[in-house]
Structure formats: structure tokens, C-alpha cells
């Protein structure tokens, strides 16, 4: 039996955790190359819709994908 939801959650919250408290941050201009490098990979995330934060998170009302991916 795999892995439930709510355990890749935890185990992504503590990936997270160990990120930050490590110091895995970005400070903001290493971020804004980081990302334009990330942007110009030939991965899904070039069709990604991209929002500019202010804040470390940001809570978001839904995502989705316009056709099918493969």
C-alpha cells in the first residue's frame, strides 16, 4: 500500500522546515536569478502561470490545468 496524503504532507512540511531552519532561503536577488533559470527549463513549469510574492506563502483558491498533460 503507498504512501496516504496526509504522510507526504508531513513529510513535505519537514523538508520545508529543515529548508528554512538550515538556511535554504533565498535572499531576494538570489531567488529573482534563481527562478529566471528555473522559468527557461523545458519542464511544465514553463506553461505555469507565475505570481511575483511578497511573502514566503501565500494561500491560493484553486489550480488546474487547461488540457491533459502527459
Known amino acids: 500500500m503507498g504512501v496516504s496524503n496526509a504522510g507526504l ?5 519537514i523538508g ?6 538550515s538556511g535554504g532561503k ?17 519542464t511544465i513549469l514553463s506553461q505555469a502561470r507565475w ?5 514566503p506563502q501565500r494561500k ?3 489550480m488546474g490545468f487547461d488540457q491533459r498533460v502527459m
Request: avoid cysteine.
Open 51 to 55: 505570481i511575483n510574492m511578497s511573502a
Open 26 to 42: 533565498l535572499d531576494p536577488e538570489q531567488e529573482k536569478r534563481f527562478l529566471d533559470l528555473i522559468k527557461k527549463e523545458p
Open 9 to 13: 504532507s508531513r513529510r513535505a512540511d
Open 16 to 21: 520545508i522546515g529543515d529548508l528554512e531552519s
Open 60 to 62: 491560493i483558491n484553486r
